[in-house]
T-cell receptor
Framework: KNQVEQSPQSLIILEGKNCTLQ??????????LRWYKQDTGRGPVSLTI?????NTKSNGRYTATLDADTKQSSLHITASQLSDSASYIC????????????FGKGTRLSVIA | DAGVIQSPRHEVTEMGQEVTLRCKPI?????LFWYRQTMMRGLELLIY????????DSGMPEDRFSAKMPNASFSTLKIQPSEPRDSAVYFC????????????FGPGTRLTVL
């Protein structure tokens, strides 16, 4: 069964610190893996997208990595800001026709001053 | 570009009532997706359309749920009759062409069924 597991479930860090969020998946084969940021009360917004052949992708202070051998991805946030407080959702697209996307349940990040 | 537009933003109704959620996708996008999000289950895909045709509705929980896309600029998700367990945030998203393209989400409709 295609699954995406994210850890930790929630995380609290001080402003200015770095953090890393984890995503483990069982989807195989897959077309791409995305990280979304979801602010409270809003819809998810795409941060990064990686195909199975890529192992890193950056978007400003966000850097996503992918290890297709171990089926793991991580999202690293550098020099966190209060505005980084949000849920971060890992999404894997199976490489099999119309099979829908597989979503993780997200990590809730709180950045405090 | 106004992005994906959803209405209403909040809906409170009583059990047994009919609920209709509305979505206007981004102009030029060929694919539209309906999602449900709860704390327990996260985001779940309910149904998606490509060129106004339903492609995958395997996520629709039961016959009480139905979705239509009469044209490229409008879709509805209807729940009849509604039940308290339907309480969730319902998101609509659109993409240029299919689930492999980046999806742009609307602000969601928060549904509360009493």
């Amino acid at each position: 069964k295609n699954q995406v597991e994210q850890s930790p479930q929630s995380l609290i860090i001080l402003e200015g610190k770095n953090c890393t969020l984890q995503c483990n998946y069982t989807v195989s084969p897959f077309s791409n893996l995305r990280w979304y940021k979801q602010d409270t009360g809003r819809g998810p917004v795409s941060l990064t997208i990686m195909t199975f052949s890529e192992n890193t992708k950056s978007n400003g202070r966000y850097t996503a990595t992918l290890d297709a051998d171990t089926k793991q991805s991580s999202l690293h946030i550098t020099a966190s800001q209060l505005s980084d407080s949000a849920s971060y959702i890992c999404v894997v697209t199976p490489n099999s026709g119309n099979t829908p996307l597989v979503f993780g349940k997200g990590t809730r990040l709180s950045v405090i001053a | 570009d106004a992005g994906v537009i959803q209405s209403p933003r909040h809906e409170v109704t009583e059990m047994g009532q009919e609920v209709t959620l509305r979505c206007k996708p981004i102009s030029g996008h060929n694919s539209l997706f309906w999602y449900r999000q709860t704390m327990m289950r996260g985001l779940e895909l309910l149904i998606y359309f490509n060129n106004n045709v339903p492609i995958d509705d395997s996520g629709m929980p039961e016959d009480r749920f139905s979705a239509k896309m009469p044209n490229a600029s409008f879709s509805t998700l209807k729940i009849q009759p509604s039940e308290p367990r339907d309480s969730a945030v319902y998101f609509c998203a659109s993409s240029l062409d299919g689930p492999l393209d980046t999806q742009y989400f609307g602000p969601g409709t928060r549904l509360t069924v009493l």
